[in-house]
């Protein structure tokens, strides 16, 4: 596709709503793993929460790193790897919900 159909400011909203949907999911993720980790009386590491989002698997890997920053002995990968699956499959669920509601 050429630049000038591509680049309109249609593109630039659907991007930054993106990124807005980007930043509200991962807030609510770690705040929910913040929840999670009070009624599991500190089990729960709350940054697994920030890897519900559907980035497979970049959201993982920077919890990870994140992680490892703080304390060299974690290891999230595996653990990160659960929800950010999970955000993939709610995501499709979602899309799939509101094509069907759209297209009736």
Do not use: C
């Amino acid at each position: 596709m050429d630049a000038p159909r591509f680049l309109n400011a249609q593109t630039i909203e659907i991007i930054v709503l993106g990124l807005v949907a980007f930043i509200f999911s991962t807030a609510g993720g770690v705040i929910f793993g913040q929840f999670m980790k009070v009624l599991s009386h500190g089990k729960i590491n709350p940054m697994i929460g920030a890897a519900g989002v559907s980035a497979v698997p970049m959201s993982a890997r920077v919890v990870q790193r994140m992680s490892q920053r703080e304390d060299p002995s974690n290891f999230l990968l595996m653990h990160a790897m659960g929800p950010n699956v999970a955000g993939v499959i709610g995501t499709a669920v979602a899309a799939g919900a509101m094509l069907t509601l759209l297209s009736t």
